[in-house]
């Protein structure tokens, strides 16, 4: 088991597990080595498309990133406006 610190903004804070509220903060999550970032999505419930961008440790990667121990991860939806 590997554990990762996971942030969340904007829309995707209402699948925090804590519930909303507490989805500007960030939580801990403890999952299996070489879990992807596309699995953490589904053990949250939030749908792929629902997820824009994937930040680890302050660096875009890819849904299929495999999480390391203590690793940091931000993820963000599509967001518009001008």
């Known amino acids: ?5 996971i ?3 904007a829309t995707l804070r209402s699948y ?3 519930g909303r ?3 500007s903060k960030g ?7 070489a879990t992807t970032l596309a699995q953490i999505y589904d053990t949250l419930g939030i749908p792929p498309e629902e997820v ?3 930040f680890v440790n302050n660096r875009h990667q890819s ?3 495999q999480v390391q121990e203590g690793d940091k ?3 963000f939806p599509p967001i518009a406006g001008g």
């Open 63 to 65: 849904p299929d990133y």
């Open 16 to 18: 925090h597990p804590q």
């Open 73 to 75: 991860i931000a993820l």
């Open 27 to 33: 939580f801990t999550l403890k999952v299996e080595s």
């Open 52 to 54: 824009k961008m994937n």
């Open 7 to 9: 942030s969340l903004f």
């Open 21 to 23: 509220d507490r989805g």
């Open 1 to 5: 088991m590997v554990r990762v610190e």
